[in-house]
C-alpha cells in the first residue's frame, strides 16, 4: 500500500470525525439555546463545545492542505517564473513540515503528561486527553500532507496533487 493511500485514508477518517463532531457541536449548542429559554440550561455545554470544536479544526487540516484551500497570498510570488515558484513552494512545505512537527511532538507530550495526571475538565470531571491526542493526531496528518506535498515538489508534481 503506498503512503498517498495511507495519507488519504487518514485524512478522510479525521475529516469524517470532524463532521461528526460539528454536527453534534451545533446541535449541543443549539439544545443550550433552546433550554435556556426555559431556564433548563445544559451544564458543561461549553467544555463539550470546546473539545468538539478541537476536532472539528484538527479533523480539517490535513485535508484543507491537501485541495491547498487555506489563504494565499501571491503579492509576490505570482510574478515569479514557475521554476521560483517551485523552490520557494518547497521551502514553504519543509518549513511547515518542521513546524507542525514541533507542534505535532508537543501536543502529543501534553496529552501524554495530561493522561498520566488523571487531570479531568473542571465542570463535568470528563477525562479530556484523548481530545488532546485527537488535536495531535491532526497536526501529524497535516505534517504527513506536507511532507507528500514537499515530495511532489521535488519530483516534479509541484505539489499540487
Request: glycine share 12%; no cysteine.
Amino acid at each position: 500500500m503506498d503512503i498517498e493511500r495511507i495519507a488519504s485514508g487518514l485524512r478522510k477518517i479525521l475529516m469524517t470525525a470532524g463532521g461528526v463532531a460539528l454536527i453534534l457541536l451545533v446541535l449541543l449548542a443549539t439544545g443550550n439555546v433552546a433550554l435556556r429559554v426555559v431556564r433548563v440550561p445544559l451544564s458543561g455545554t461549553y467544555e463539550v463545545v470546546a473539545f468538539l470544536g478541537a476536532i472539528v479544526i484538527a479533523g480539517a487540516l490535513g485535508h484543507t492542505q491537501k485541495r491547498k484551500d487555506h489563504i494565499v497570498v501571491e503579492i509576490f510570488s505570482g510574478k515569479f517564473p514557475p521554476g521560483v515558484k517551485r523552490v520557494l513552494d518547497g521551502i514553504g512545505y519543509a518549513v511547515s513540515a518542521a513546524l507542525f512537527g514541533i507542534v505535532t511532538w508537543r501536543v502529543f507530550a501534553l496529552a501524554l503528561t495530561i493522561q498520566r495526571s488523571g487531570e479531568l475538565s473542571e465542570t463535568l470531571k470528563l477525562p479530556f486527553h484523548p481530545f488532546v491526542y485527537a488535536a495531535a493526531a491532526g497536526f501529524a496528518v497535516l505534517v504527513l500532507t506536507l511532507l507528500l506535498d514537499l515530495v511532489g515538489v521535488i519530483y516534479g508534481e509541484g505539489g499540487k496533487r
